[in-house]
C-alpha cells in the first residue's frame, strides 16, 4: 500500500486535498476530442483524452459501430422530438458512460415445445429413459431432490421445492451416504473436488459437452443464431447455438458451433447436414475438436 | 432479437411507459430520476431531477408534452417532456403510487398509500392547460379499499375509475360521484395482491397480473372475467400486444430470494401467452431479477422490460415473431 502511495504523492500532495485539486482545469493541457469516420462499414472512433483519479492524462478510444434501423414510419411530432437537446443528466453524458448496450447475446423468443409436434417431445424425453435401461439405473440421480432413476436434475419436478442448500451442494442419494459420510463433519465446508461423486460427474459433464458439439462450416455471411437452431433443431433438443461474428463488423465469420443434449442427436444432424445445401452454399458439418490447449 | 440494455438506473425499475407515437420510452425507478430514452435505438434523451423518494409511476400526456410521476416522497408531480422541467407538485401526506391521464389530458387519477394511520385513496385532480393556473385542489377523494392501491386507469369516456391492489379486489368507481359501482368477484378473481394492471389498446377490456401467480382478463364495462393466464411465478407485470392476441406476463420470485437460489430457478423471463387459447407461447430470458414492470411499443413491433436487476431491455422482435403459430 505505502508503494504504491509513493508515485501518487509526487502529484498530489495529500488524499484529502484530491477533491480541491479536480476542481483545478487542467483539461486545456489535453489534446482536442477526435472523430474518425464513420468508414464503410459504419465503423466510427471516438478519441478522447482525461486525467484519471492519479492525475495520469489517459486515451479513451471508443469504437461504435454505426448501423441504419429500418426506416420506420415516423410522425412528424416524432421526427421533430429526435433532435431535441438532452437535458438532465443526459447532457453530460460522455461517450465513455455506456448506458446504452446492445446485448452480445442472441435471445430467441424460447419455445415451451417445438412447433413441429408433440410426439417428438415425449421421444425425446423417452431417450433418456431408454439408455438408462441399458446402463444401469445408477446413471440418472437427480442432484436436486436425490431420487434415483426416475428424473434428471433438470426435470426434476421438486426443484422449486428444495432447499437451497440442498441444491447447491453435490450432495449423494441417500443409499450412499452411509459409505462416505465418515470424512467430513456434517455442516462444513467441503471443496467441489472432494466432494463424493463431483469428479466423476465433472469429468462425465465435460465429456459429454464435447462429445454432443457439432461444428459447422461454411456457412453464409447472413447467417444467425436463430437460423442454425431453426436448421438443426429438427433433429433433438439443443443445448446451445453460436455463430462466429466479426468484432468490427457485426458479419458472421461463417462457421459456428451446435450443442445437442443427445449424441444420437447429433450424429443425426452431422449425417444429414454435411453438404446439405444452405443459402446457396455446401454446409460442412462435422465433431467439433476440442481446443488444442 | 438482441435486446438493447439500457442501465440509466441505479435501483430497480418500477414502471415502463411509451408514449403514444412510440418513439420515447419513459422508466420510474425506486432511485429519485425518471428516465426518458429513444425507443428506437435505446439512447438517453433526459432525466427529470426533482424527487426526493422512489417513482412508483407515470403516465405522460397524448401530445407527449406533459409527463405525470407518483413518488414516495408523497408528491405526484407534472413535467415539461421536452425541457424536463418542474410544471407543478401535489403534495400529498402519504406516498403517492398509480398515476394516469384521462382522454383528454384535462383530470388525472392518483392513488396514495395508507401511511400512519392514514387510509389509501384516490385522488382526481383538474390538470389546467396552462401550468401556470394549475392548482393542487382535489376534484374529488374516493377512500374506502384496504391496503394499497396498486394501480388506478381510467374507464371508457372517463366515466368510471379502475383500481386494483392489495386486497386482491377490482373495483369500477363512478368518476363523477365517487360511488362504487362494481367489485371483482372474490371467488373467481384474484387471490392475492394485484400488483399491475394494463389496458387494451382500445379500452375495451384489461389485465391484471397477481402475485397469486396468474394473470386475468377482464371486461372494462361490465368487469366480467373473460381469461386466465396461470403461470408459475408471482406476476409483478403485464402487457398486451396491440399488433397481435399476444399477452406478456413478468416476475420471478421475491427479490429477497434471489440470491439464494440458482438463477433458472428464479423464473426471470418475460412469458408470452396467446390471449385467446391462454396457451404459451414462448419466454424471453435476459434479466438477473425479477422484472417489475413491462410495455409494448404501440405499434406492436418491440417491448421492453424492467428488472429488479436496474436495467431496462429493449426487444425488437425477429421478423419470425409475426408469423408464430401455435
New interface residues.
Given amino acids: 500500500m505505502g508503494v504504491d502511495m509513493a508515485p501518487a504523492q509526487s502529484n498530489k500532495l495529500r488524499w484529502g486535498e484530491m477533491e480541491e485539486d479536480e476542481g483545478e482545469d487542467l483539461e486545456f493541457l489535453l489534446p482536442p476530442r477526435q472523430e474518425i469516420g464513420p468508414d464503410e462499414n459504419g465503423v466510427k472512433k471516438v478519441v478522447e483524452y482525461k486525467f484519471n483519479d492519479e492525475g495520469n492524462k489517459v486515451k479513451i478510444t471508443t469504437t461504435t459501430r454505426i448501423r441504419k ?1 429500418a426506416s ?1 414510419r ?2 412528424k ?2 421526427v421533430e ?2 433532435s ?1 437537446p ?6 453530460h ?1 460522455d461517450v465513455g458512460s ?15 415445445r417445438a ?1 413441429g409436434s408433440k410426439s417428438e417431445e415425449t421421444k425425446v424425453a423417452g431417450d433418456p429413459l431408454a439408455q438408462i435401461g441399458k446402463a444401469g439405473a445408477v446413471l440418472m440421480v437427480c442432484r436436486t431432490c436425490g431420487k434415483k432413476g426416475d428424473h434428471w436434475t433438470s426435470r426434476c419436478p421438486y ?2 421445492l428444495a432447499q ?1 442448500s440442498e ?1 447447491f451442494i453435490d450432495k449423494p442419494p441417500a443409499s450412499e451416504v452411509p459409505t462416505v459420510t465418515s470424512g467430513p463433519s456434517k455442516g462444513s465446508y467441503v471443496p467441489p473436488g472432494m466432494r463424493p461423486g463431483a469428479e466423476r460427474t465433472g469429468t462425465d459433464m465435460r465429456r459429454r459437452n464435447e462429445e454432443n458439439s457439432v461444428r459447422v462450416t461454411n456457412l453464409s455471411e447472413d447467417t444467425r443464431e ?1 437460423d442454425l437452431h431453426e436448421l438443426f433443431r429438427t433433429f433433438g433438443s439443443v443445448s446451445r447455438v453460436y455463430v462466429a461474428v466479426d468484432q468490427k463488423t457485426g458479419m458472421s465469420r461463417g462457421f459456428g458451433f451446435v450443442n445437442f443434449v443427445n449424441k444420437e442427436d447429433a450424429e443425426k444432424a452431422i449425417n444429414k447436414l454435411n453438404g446439405y445445401g444452405y443459402d446457396n452454399l455446401i454446409l460442412r458439418v462435422e465433431w467439433a475438436a476440442p481446443r488444442a490447449n | 432479437m438482441r435486446p438493447i440494455l439500457m442501465k440509466g438506473h441505479e435501483r430497480p425499475l418500477t414502471f415502463l411507459k411509451y408514449n403514444r407515437d412510440g418513439d420515447l420510452l419513459f422508466s420510474c425507478a425506486k432511485d429519485h430520476t425518471p428516465t426518458v430514452w429513444f425507443a428506437d435505438n435505446g439512447e438517453r434523451l433526459g432525466t427529470y431531477r426533482g424527487h426526493n423518494g422512489a417513482v412508483w409511476c407515470c403516465d405522460v400526456s397524448r401530445d407527449s408534452m406533459m409527463l405525470i410521476t407518483g413518488s414516495a416522497d408523497q408528491s405526484a408531480k407534472l413535467w415539461n417532456v421536452q425541457t424536463g422541467a418542474q410544471l407543478f407538485t401535489f403534495n400529498f401526506d402519504s406516498p403517492a403510487r398509480a398515476v394516469d391521464f384521462a382522454v383528454g389530458d384535462k383530470l388525472a387519477v392518483i392513488t396514495t398509500d395508507p401511511f400512519m394511520g392514514l387510509p389509501s385513496a384516490i385522488h382526481v385532480k383538474h390538470i389546467a392547460r396552462d401550468p401556470s393556473e394549475q392548482t393542487g385542489e382535489s376534484v374529488l377523494t374516493i377512500k374506502g379499499p384496504q391496503g394499497r392501491i396498486n394501480r388506478a386507469v381510467w374507464g371508457p369516456l372517463n366515466k368510471t375509475i379502475i383500481s386494483a391492489g392489495e386486497d386482491a379486489v377490482v373495483r369500477i368507481w363512478d368518476s363523477e360521484t365517487g360511488k362504487l359501482l362494481k367489485e371483482s368477484d372474490k371467488e373467481t378473481g384474484h387471490k392475492k395482491t394485484i400488483t399491475s394492471l394494463t389496458k387494451s389498446a382500445d379500452s375495451s377490456h384489461f389485465l391484471t397480473g397477481s402475485l397469486d401467480k396468474s394473470a386475468k382478463l377482464w371486461d372494462i364495462r361490465s368487469l366480467t372475467l373473460i381469461k386466465t393466464y396461470v403461470t408459475e411465478r408471482p406476476v409483478n407485470a403485464v402487457a398486451m400486444s396491440p399488433l397481435l392476441d399476444h399477452v406478456v406476463l413478468g416476475g420471478g420470485q421475491d427479490a429477497s430470494a434471489v440470491t439464494t437460489t440458482d438463477h433458472r430457478a428464479g423464473k426471470f423471463e418475460a412469458k408470452f401467452f396467446d390471449k385467446v387459447l391462454q396457451e404459451e407461447i414462448g419466454g424471453v430470458k435476459g434479466h438477473f431479477g425479477p422484472i417489475n414492470a413491462l410495455a409494448f411499443n404501440p405499434d406492436g413491433k418491440s417491448f421492453s422490460s424492467g428488472g429488479e436487476d436496474g436495467y431496462v431491455r429493449l426487444h425488437h422482435f425477429d421478423p419470425d415473431y409475426f408469423h408464430i403459430k401455435i
Fill in positions: 434501423l420506420a415516423l410522425s411530432r416524432a422530438r429526435r431535441w438532452k437535458f438532465g443528466d443526459a447532457v453524458e455506456r448506458l446504452t448496450m446492445v446485448s452480445t447475446e442472441e435471445i430467441i423468443l424460447e419455445r415451451p412447433p426443484k422449486d437451497p441444491g436463430a
